[in-house]
T-cell receptor, first 114, second 115 residues
Framework: EADIYQTPRYLVIGTGKKITLECSQT?????MYWYQQDPGMELHLIHY???????EKGDLSSESTVSRIRTEHFPLTLESARPSHTSQYLC?????????????FGQGTRLTVV | AQSVAQPEDQVNVAEGNPLTVKCTYS??????LFWYVQYPNRGLQFLLK??????LVKGSYGFEAEFNKSQTSFHLKKPSALVSDSALYFC?????????????FGKGTRLSVIA
């Protein structure tokens, strides 16, 4: 198992609440990613970072925001949760060693907004 | 632009039979290709990758994949399927010249191995 952790694993929250999904890795990886996985199983890249103070939006438009203040930490925040945000969220990281390195994934956070 | 196609949403195979999960890709230049597996309520686990060299790549849990440049394919195979192989499988690609761009994933294939 890779040293990348996501908390919480499961979260049920009411509409309009603010939530932060945590992702931490102890491998010193520079590149980190957030994916949203819909019930049909397809992965959608929503945010990524190439290092401290670097954040980029992914392919899928998302109402979430991210920050990268420390190398090991890449939290994702939803300011006002909606039922449409119900999904599984996966965090991943890759070392800065070129494009031939595999990504390491966390266990995921399954979010349900009621 | 980089893209990956997994033409089958679902693959069913009997236990003990060989299995194949298909993947085709499109990149400019040479590709780096990856296979991942996802079990229920878990993240993705790396299975194997092709970077360069031998077209047949061996990975975890007895899986292997064959890189075919002329057909732009990277199909995942196993000689004898186990019920425990039932999971979601994702193919991913990055062009070797793509630098730091994120991996591009296919839509996934659900493998069901029937006892």
């Amino acid at each position: 198992e890779a040293d990348i952790y996501q908390t919480p694993r499961y979260l049920v929250i009411g509409t309009g609440k603010k939530i932060t999904l945590e992702c931490s890795q102890t491998m010193g990886h520079d590149k980190m990613y957030w994916y949203q996985q819909d019930p049909g199983m397809e992965l959608h890249l929503i945010h990524y970072s190439y290092g401290v103070n670097s954040t980029e939006k992914g392919d899928l438009s998302s109402e979430s925001t991210v920050s990268r203040i420390r190398t090991e930490h890449f939290p994702l925040t939803l300011e006002s949760a909606r039922p449409s945000h119900t999904s599984q969220y996966l965090c991943a990281s890759i070392p800065w060693t070129g494009g031939n390195t595999e990504a390491f994934f966390g266990q995921g956070t399954r979010l349900t907004v009621v | 632009a980089q893209s990956v196609a997994q033409p089958e949403d679902q693959v069913n195979v009997a236990e003990g039979n060989p299995l194949t999960v298909k993947c085709t890709y499109s990149v400019s230049g040479n590709p780096y290709l990856f296979w991942y597996v996802q079990y229920p309520n878990r993240g993705l686990q790396f299975l194997l990758k092709y970077i360069t060299g031998d077209n047949l790549v061996k990975g975890s849990y007895g899986f292997e994949a064959e890189f075919n440049k002329s057909q732009t394919s990277f199909h995942l195979k196993k000689p004898s399927a186990l019920v425990s192989d039932s999971a979601l499988y994702f193919c991913a690609v990055r062009a070797s010249t793509a630098g730091n761009t994120p991996l591009v994933f296919g839509k996934g294939t659900r493998l069901s191995v029937i006892a």
